[in-house]
Nanobody
Framework: QVQLVESGGGLVQPGGSLRLSCAAS????????MAWYRQAPGKERELVAT???????NYANSVRGRFTISRDNAKNTVTLQMNTLKPEDAAVYYC???????????????WGRGTLVTVSS
């Protein structure tokens, strides 16, 4: 069984920084793309950033230049460094990964349960 667990959310003032982490665990054969999504109250879930296994990254226009996604393939983790946070960045942030489990020949998308980020003075 594969699990994704996020950590690092919390309350931060506008202009501040926060670092989110996500660890994948369980019977993992390989992990392809890893990503962060977010969902603010009353809004649809949106893609924040993605990173491939060879560390090619992509960002939503709204966070490019402020957020940095990275991963550690040896530890099966993905991190989102968020700087210069704005009130509109407040949301539940979800980790997402395309994973092939040990008992499968196919990959599937797994989601974490989310971590809340609040940006307020």
């Amino acid at each position: 069984q594969v699990q994704l667990v996020e950590s690092g959310g919390g309350l931060v003032q506008p202009g501040g920084s926060l670092r989110l982490s996500c660890a994948a665990s369980g019977s993992i054969f390989s992990i392809n793309v890893m990503a962060w999504y977010r969902q603010a109250p009353g809004k649809e879930r949106e893609l924040v950033a993605t990173i491939t296994r060879n560390e090619r990254t992509n960002y939503a226009n709204s966070v490019r230049g402020r957020f940095t996604i990275s991963r550690d393939n040896a530890k099966n983790t993905v991190t989102l460094q968020m700087n210069t946070l704005k009130p509109e960045d407040a949301a539940v942030y979800y980790c997402n990964a395309d994973i092939r489990a040990l008992d499968s020949t196919d990959t599937r998308i797994y989601w974490g349960r989310g971590t809340l980020v609040t940006v307020s003075s």
